[in-house]
């Protein structure tokens, strides 16, 4: 009797720490997903940064700024991010005075490209959340919390975005 209480505690709680490293290594997925994204974000910043110079001699600091962004690191550090983010939406918004920008094909390509890993980057944060609740679930729930505490098991940040109203930019020729 005694025996099988004590394999009954053994495989309940080699369950449960399966179940914690079963989400853990979810949680490492999805963040290298969104760095698989941001990535590619900053392998076309150099493309865009060159199609527009040409044309915008006034906006030097703007271009500046994102290039001095893009060569702080490929860190997923989520204020970087949104700076940059910020960075590559006022461009363009610029490129909204200068119509031969606009008409440019190699900008609208890089502009749709952008919009693209955009969404895509949106897509990995939100899959990155969810799995990181039902993570964090397991750590804070009872009887689970207990043996989450036992091997080291802690919570783990959601990633906070600023979440701002997209900003439309008309690529139509004029």
Known sequence: MIYGLILITFLTIAIIY????????????AWSDIGVYITKRHELIPNLVETVKGYMDHEKKTLESIVEKRAGSIAHDVQLQNKLTHS????????????????????????????????????????????????????????????????????????????????????SES
């Open 88 to 171: 590559i939406k006022k461009i363009f918004l610029l490129a909204e005075n200068y119509p031969d920008l606009k008409a440019n094909d190699s900008f609208y390509q890089l502009h749709l490209s952008l919009i693209d890993i955009e969404d895509d980057v949106t897509d990995a944060r939100r899959y990155f959340n969810a799995v990181v609740r039902d993570y964090n679930n397991l750590v804070e729930s009872f009887p689970t919390n207990l043996i989450g505490k036992i091997f080291g098991f802690e919570t783990i940040e959601y990633l906070e975005t600023q979440h701002s109203k997209p900003i439309e930019v008309n690529l």
């Open 18 to 29: 399966n179940k914690f490293i079963k989400l853990h290594q979810k949680v490492k997925t």
